[in-house]
């Protein structure tokens, strides 16, 4: 079980048994992904937070959707599954390695018709997006130095009251530690922006790694 360690343990690992648990398939995609990465199954989403996009998708009631960051792919199988039908998720990642195990899962989850991927930096694929308000739905979830960028391009386009959620915004609590380095100082930035954004309404959850959930006013 992952838990945040900025979170007291025994409340995370209480708040996670009290949370509608993954399916066999998200589960056996769990087990592949570190036979495949080892220790770097730490960049898939956790289950709770899995629970969590299917929830968010289907209150907001997203039919159009984007994923940054796909990796072998809880996320996107959790935001399909949110998703009617007729739903459709653009999923952006650079690996081919690793979104050929998240189009297997697809596949067995039943969500392929859902999911398009679209493989080159996340950047590129989002500025030759139509540059109309269309997205119901995004998660941000990939190289943390894109996120204002990310950010930028998916706002323009998402419509009044579709919700961005970005994942890893506490850096395992290390966004108030002052002498922290790496993707931490970039990570502050990104939250004093979006914190400081009029376009929306936003909120950090002390939740997994942290996870900002940004509405569109
Ligand atoms: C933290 S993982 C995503 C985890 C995924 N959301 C899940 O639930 O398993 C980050 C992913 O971002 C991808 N990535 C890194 N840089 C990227 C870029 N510039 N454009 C698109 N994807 C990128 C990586 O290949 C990796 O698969």
């Not at 708040?15 to 990465?37: F, K, M, N, Q, S």
């Not at 199988?77 to 189009?103: H, K, N, Y």
Request: with cysteine.
């Amino acid at each position: 079980m992952k838990v945040a360690e900025f979170i007291d343990t025994a409340v995370a690992e209480y708040t996670i048994a009290h949370t509608t648990p993954p399916d066999d398939l998200l589960r056996a995609l769990t087990e592949e992904t570190h036979r495949l990465v080892g220790d770097d199954d730490t960049m898939q989403i956790s289950p709770e937070q899995g629970t969590l996009l299917t929830m968010l998708v289907g209150l907001v009631g997203a039919r159009r959707a984007v994923e940054v960051g796909t990796f072998t792919g809880y996320s996107s199988i959790c935001i399909a599954r949110g998703m009617p039908a007729d739903g459709r998720l653009i999923a952006c990642d650079v690996s081919e390695e690793w979104t050929s195990v998240a189009q297997r899962y697809w596949d067995k989850a039943g969500v392929s018709d859902r999911i398009e991927l679209r493989l080159g930096p996340a950047a590129e694929t989002l500025r030759a997006m139509p540059r109309e308000e269309w997205i119901d739905f995004a998660f941000i979830d990939a190289d943390k130095a894109g996120y204002p960028v990310y950010y930028e391009e998916l706002l323009v386009r998402l419509r009044p009251g579709g919700l961005i959620a970005v994942d890893n915004t506490l850096q395992e609590g290390e966004i108030v530690d002052p002498a922290a380095g790496g993707n931490v100082p970039g990570m502050r930035a990104f939250n004093d922006l979006v914190s400081a954004d009029p376009r929306v309404t936003s909120i950090l959850l002390p939740f997994a790694d942290g996870l900002t959930l940004i509405r569109k006013n």
